[in-house]
């Protein structure tokens, strides 16, 4: 068991150093702003079609919080992600779903985006909406993402979490990297496709459905939305 535990330990100190070594320049190349910038760090569960593993990928946001331009722009810096359009698409709902319910911030700046995975990928689909709107509006309010939670769910206008396939895929890439809350969206717990009770208890994880963006976004980060 010991030795178990030690290489398991290994393997995710390693895993942290592949990702920062893949973006130090963006993350490390400018510390004389980095009090006057915002960072935050969202986890992106997916599927894909070759395994029933699923995917653990990293969404880094950073605010640089300048005077312009202004309105706010958001811009995708790169990474080793390739989104496509309706990735880039449901980011861009997101996003302004956010500047729409944080009224009481100053939106001017650049909001800088770049995808992180273990290995080169491509990604696209809705799915990730949901935990990329809670990021956007965490980033513009100044909270934290807590360490431990994930959400797959699609989002809409008005944001509703709505429903995603490859549940229990993205529930195993979650619980591989050591996350024990998940949220998903309303109504799948029990589809008949999969089985999330046992699945849950065979992974030692927690399952909760979620409706809307204001429930993840408080169980995410313990903040509401305006």
Same mark, same amino acid.
């Given at each position: 068991m010991a030795d178990t535990s030690y290489h398991t330990i290994v393997r995710r100190r390693l895993r942290i150093l592949c990702l920062i070594c893949l973006c130090p320049c963006w993350l490390f190349g400018n510390l004389l702003q980095a009090d006057a910038e915002s960072i935050v760090e969202v986890p992106m569960l997916a599927a894909i079609q070759a395994n029933h593993l699923g995917v653990f990928e990293v969404l880094l946001l950073r605010w640089d919080q300048q005077p312009s331009p202004s309105p706010? $722009? $958001?811009?995708w810096q790169g990474g080793n992600i390739k989104p496509g359009q309706t990735n880039l698409g449901s980011m861009a709902l997101a996003f302004q779903y956010a500047l729409e319910h944080t009224p009481n911030v100053d939106h001017r700046g650049t909001v800088s985006v770049i995808g992180i995975a273990y290995a080169a990928?491509?990604?696209?689909?809705p799915s990730a909406g949901g935990?990329?709107? @809670?990021?956007? *509006? *965490?980033?513009?309010?100044?909270? /934290?993402? /807590? /360490?431990?939670? *994930? $959400?797959?769910?699609?989002?809409?206008?008005?944001?509703?979490?709505g429903? @995603?396939?490859g549940i229990s895929d993205k529930i195993r890439a979650a619980a591989r990297e050591g996350y024990r809350t998940i949220l998903i969206p309303q109504g799948q717990r029990d589809d008949p496709r999969w089985n999330i009770t046992r699945l849950a208890w065979e992974l030692n994880v927690e399952v909760k459905e979620v409706d809307r963006v204001e429930e993840a976004y408080? $169980?995410?980060?313990g903040g509401t939305l305006d």
């Open positions: 706010m $722009l $958001l811009q990928t491509g990604t696209d689909g935990v990329m709107t @809670v990021g956007f *509006a *965490a980033l513009l309010k100044g909270d /934290r993402i /807590r /360490r431990g939670i *994930a $959400l797959t769910g699609t989002i809409s206008k008005d944001g509703t979490i429903p @995603v396939g408080y $169980l995410m980060t």
